[in-house]
T-cell receptor
Framework: EPEVTQTPSHQVTQMGQEVILRCVPISNHLYFYWYRQILGQKVEFLVSFYNNEISEKSEIFDDQFSVERPDGSNFTLKIRSTKLEDSAMYFC?????????????FGPGTRLTVL | GQNIDQPTEMTATEGAIVQINCTYQ??????LFWYQQHAGEAPTFLSYNVLDGLEEKGRFSSFLSRSKGYSYLLLKELQMKDSASYLC?????????FGAGTTVTVRA
């Protein structure tokens, strides 16, 4: 069964450093998303991406965040200068269409720890 | 803004039925999803409602009333493996807005 994959599973970084979280969405999907979940809190939307551009972003997704689809398979989230409060589980998701019952399939997540 | 409320915790006995309620007030609505999330894992899709009424999928059913801003997830014949967090999420344009989740503990 096709699935979303994410690497690494766990990333530890120092405050102020840049990190890149990587995702491989399901191959025939067109819409890509990043969500985050701070430990013990709810899942929060960060950004959606379609046709090589951001279609929607939340207020969390400020200038220190960026997304890219560098090739036909990868989808990345870059955090330019990490802060302690960026420590969270980051989930990538993809869907074949945006509307209707088209579910978003979530990857296993990358746990980011900022020290 | 988005406001999605669901109970924090519920406990039930193996074989029983549990109903998890979700109320929402959102700026837009393109459907309501229920996801299951085991600790440390990704959310996995359970059900979707966009029209009022009941959707049944095996042991799981979900109900929606758009006029009341209300949904519930019904879990029947509970099994130990159903112990997890259940997330109510409202779709608006591209994004899902999640509730805080309801942790269900199934006891033998």
């Amino acid at each position: 069964e096709p699935e979303v994959t994410q690497t690494p599973s766990h990333q530890v970084t120092q405050m102020g450093q840049e990190v890149i979280l990587r995702c491989v969405p399901i191959s025939n999907h067109l819409y890509f998303y990043w969500y985050r979940q701070i430990l013990g809190q709810k899942v929060e939307f960060l950004v959606s991406f379609y046709n090589n551009e951001i279609s929607e972003k939340s207020e969390i997704f400020d200038d220190q965040f960026s997304v890219e689809r560098p090739d036909g398979s990868n989808f990345t989230l870059k955090i330019r200068s990490t802060k302690l409060e960026d420590s969270a589980m980051y989930f990538c998701a993809s869907s074949d269409l945006a509307g209707g019952p088209n579910e978003q399939f979530f990857g296993p997540g990358t746990r980011l720890t900022v020290l | 803004g988005q406001n999605i409320d669901q109970p924090t915790e519920m406990t039930a006995t193996e074989g029983a039925i549990v109903q998890i309620n979700c109320t929402y007030q959102t700026s837009g609505f393109n459907g309501l999803f229920w996801y299951q999330q085991h600790a440390g894992e990704a959310p996995t899709f359970l059900s979707y409602n966009v029209l009022d009424g009941l959707e049944e999928k095996g042991r799981f059913s979900s109900f929606l009333s758009r006029s009341k801003g209300y949904s519930y997830l019904l879990l029947k014949e509970l099994q130990m493996k159903d112990s997890a967090s259940y997330l109510c999420a409202v779709k608006n344009d591209y994004k899902l807005s999640f509730g805080a989740g309801t942790t269900v503990t199934v006891r033998a």
